[in-house]
């Protein structure tokens, strides 16, 4: 079963501008991990914020978690038309096989130049 | 290059018929996977396996068979039985189960004729 959901379904933006993207999930996690993908194409990792951390920053990308809230968001910022891509958070359940990773549905990303 | 190779890369079944996916990794993973995406959709899981001669159902098994008798060849054959087989398949790996970022091959896009 999917796991997570990711909001927007889609979002354009300019270039130069900040995109966020939003996930909840349902039950409780060891890790949140945020992939890319082109079109066409696998996917790229980006991040990987553990249960016990708050945020996590790599390059232009700032990700948080709110184990509370069962949530996460993906910032980037000042993007860049190569950044129109989807991107899905994925999550591992304690529960569920440590091995397991369940994705969401992916948030669609234009990044107009 | 150490990578995820997945062909071919576009693949077409007729009714009735057996196909199989390759996917070979040179990263030394003990693990592996493969999903399956669905347009607009995010990943489910179809099989993983976690060491050689081993592997587990994922949540859409069934039309689905996999064997692993080297460590970096993960076959999935999509069999008779699976009845909407058209779909992108990825398979991807990683080294330390669901605590570690997982790589991704290219996919195959397996369409019915």
């Known amino acids: 079963s999917q796991q997570g959901e990711e909001d927007p379904q889609a979002l354009s933006i300019q270039e130069g501008e900040n995109a966020t993207m939003n996930c909840s999930y349902k039950?409780?996690?060891?890790?949140l991990q945020w992939y890319r993908q082109n079109s066409g194409r696998g996917l790229v990792h980006l991040i990987l914020i553990r249960s016990n951390e708050r945020e996590k920053h790599s390059g232009r990308l700032r990700v948080t978690l709110d184990t509370s809230k069962k949530s996460s968001s993906l910032l980037i910022t000042a993007s860049r038309a190569a950044d129109t891509a989807s991107y899905f958070c994925?999550?591992?359940?304690?529960?569920?096989?440590?091995?397991?990773?369940?994705f969401g549905k992916g948030t669609k990303l234009s990044v107009i130049p | 290059d150490g990578g995820i190779t997945q062909s071919p890369k576009y693949l077409f079944r007729k009714e009735g018929q057996n196909v199989t996916l390759s996917c070979e990794q040179n990263l030394n993973h003990d693990a592996m996977y493969w999903y399956r995406q669905d347009p607009g959709q995010g990943l489910r899981l179809i099989y993983y396996s976690q060491i050689v001669n081993d592997f587990q159902k994922g949540d859409i098994a069934e039309g689905y068979s996999v064997s692993r008798e080297k460590k970096e060849s993960f076959p999935l054959t999509v069999t008779s039985a699976q009845k909407n087989p058209t779909a992108f398949y990825l398979c991807a790996s990683t080294t330390g189960g669901g605590n570690q970022p997982q790589h991704f091959g290219d996919g195959t896009r397996l369409s019915i004729l």
């Open positions: 994925a999550t591992v359940d304690p529960g569920a096989g440590s091995y397991q990773l369940t």
């Open positions: 039950t409780s996690i060891n890790n």
